[in-house]
């Protein structure tokens, strides 16, 4: 047997593509987290981005269970003396709906410059609409 390592230029990388409505949100970024690090790919290096893009449409209508969309909040902090933002889910659903996905994916990707290239790869969009048709994106069933 021969230990596999990849690198940038052994690495294929696939576009899939994941519709959000009506699925939890901690489940389905937990799915895409994998996905963008590669954890399912047979060639899966720590220390390399091996992940595939990924485009999550219908952002807007994932699902959040229990109280959460009154009780989670959102925190966003200037540095400056009286610079905390804290917005609820339901706040950031109307005004930001796809950053509610790339918060939870980014939670569970490495920190670092290694998670800076990841989350380039995700793609997310509120409506079912996306502009990357020519990519010819793979359904994905979560």
Same mark, same amino acid.
């Given at each position: &047997? ?25 489940? =389905? ?62 706040? &950031?659903? $109307? ?12 939670? &569970? ?8 290239? =990841? ?21 994905? $069933?979560?």
């Amino acid at each position: &047997m021969k230990t596999i390592h990849a690198n940038k230029k052994t690495v294929k990388r696939r576009w899939l593509l994941v519709d959000a409505s009506d699925k939890p949100l901690g489940r =389905m970024a937990s799915e895409v987290a994998l996905i963008l690090r590669g954890k399912r790919k047979p060639d899966y290096t720590p220390h390399v981005d091996t992940g595939d893009f990924v485009i999550v449409v219908n952002a807007s209508e994932v699902k959040l269970t229990g109280k959460k969309w009154e009780q989670k909040n959102y925190y966003d902090y200037s540095g400056y003396p009286g610079g905390l933002r804290v917005r609820s889910a339901t706040v &950031m659903r $109307e005004r930001k709906p796809t950053e509610i996905v790339r918060r939870a994916v980014r939670g &569970m990707l490495p920190k670092g410059t290694l998670g800076n290239q =990841m989350i380039r790869k995700l793609k997310i969009y509120a409506a079912a609409e996306h502009p990357h048709q020519a990519q010819k994106p793979e359904k994905l $069933e979560l």
